[in-house]
Structure formats: structure tokens, C-alpha cells
């Protein structure tokens, strides 16, 4: 078993309709990760021990989900040096509008990189954090020039919207 590079974590389990994008996207580039369910709000303590064990476990980059008053992203920023790609929710209150506004506003300090609402956000977390660690790990780095290839090569071959 590869040691995890990437965590994903989510606030909770209804999080994963949207976390799966991430997830998706990390095994089709072959990048070693975990998937946790941490609530800020229900389970502070094992997001206090997930953060703060992150870096010397051997995670790069931690891509958080979380939906309305959506605090993991920041709390995990701030207990752990590891880089923090949050993920907005759409919510069903709010559209998904209250968790980006609560995880994109910190306070100078603690960044934490912040991604679109809903699934876009999650498959882009995933990309990015691919983008990390591809600068010195070849096969992601490969991975993720083909998956660009790809992506360029089926707009190329699909011009005329109609057919
Ligand atoms: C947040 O509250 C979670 O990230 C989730 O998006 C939202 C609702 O959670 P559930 O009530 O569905 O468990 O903490």
C-alpha cells in the first residue's frame, strides 16, 4: 500500500455526492490518497488530531469539503502546515453560497485555497493539488499532461455543437 499524499476529508457523509469528484480524479492520476468523513462542528477533536498528525503521516495537501457554516477548511488551516484546498458544498439553504463565502474569507494568515461550489470545485481540488505534486513525482506529472491532452484533444474533435 502507497502512503497517502492527498486527504480528503468532508464535513459529513452527505458531502460525498460532491467529494466523489475529487476523489474521482485523484485515482484516474494515480495520486496515493484517503477519504475521512471530519466534522468541525460534531467531531472537533479528531479534526484537531487529523490536522495536526497530517504533515508527519505524509500529506501534502489536504482537500477539505464542507457545506453552510463551513469551518474545516480554515480550522484544519490552522492546526496544520499542510497545504488546504477547500471545497465549497452546495447547500440547500443557500445554494452553496454561505459555505464558499465562509471558507474563501479568512483572515490574513492562514490561507486556505479556495475552489468552486459543488462538483467543479471538488474535481478541481484534485487537479490542483495533482498540479502540487507533480513537479517532482513524474508519473502524476505524466498523468496529468494526459488528462490535459485529452481533455484539449475531445473539444478538437467535437467542433459542430449539433452532432
Ligand atoms: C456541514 O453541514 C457538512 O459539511 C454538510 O455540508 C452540512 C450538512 O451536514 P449534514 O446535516 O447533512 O450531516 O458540516
Not at 34 to 48: G, I, N, Q, Y
Not at 81 to 94: E, F, H, N, T
Amino acid at each position: 500500500m502507497t502512503a497517502p499524499l492527498v486527504g480528503v476529508v468532508m464535513g459529513s457523509r452527505s458531502d460525498w455526492e460532491t467529494m466523489q469528484h475529487a476523489v474521482a480524479r485523484l485515482e484516474q492520476l494515480g495520486v496515493p490518497h484517503e477519504v475521512r468523513v471530519v466534522s468541525a462542528h460534531r467531531t472537533p477533536d479528531l479534526l484537531f488530531d487529523y490536522a495536526a498528525s497530517a504533515a508527519s503521516r505524509g500529506l501534502r495537501a489536504i482537500i477539505a469539503g464542507a457545506g453552510g457554516a463551513a469551518h474545516l477548511p480554515g480550522m484544519l488551516a490552522a492546526k496544520t502546515p499542510v497545504p488546504v484546498l477547500g471545497v465549497p458544498v452546495q447547500s440547500k439553504a443557500l445554494n452553496g453560497l454561505d459555505s464558499l463565502l465562509s471558507i474563501v474569507q479568512m483572515p490574513a494568515g492562514i490561507p486556505v485555497a479556495t475552489f468552486a461550489i459543488g462538483a467543479a470545485g471538488a474535481a478541481n481540488a484534485a487537479l490542483f493539488a495533482a498540479a502540487l505534486l507533480a513537479a517532482d513525482r513524474d508519473a502524476i506529472r505524466a498523468a496529468l499532461e494526459a488528462f490535459r491532452a485529452r481533455q484539449t484533444g475531445d473539444v478538437l474533435d467535437h467542433p459542430d455543437p449539433r452532432l
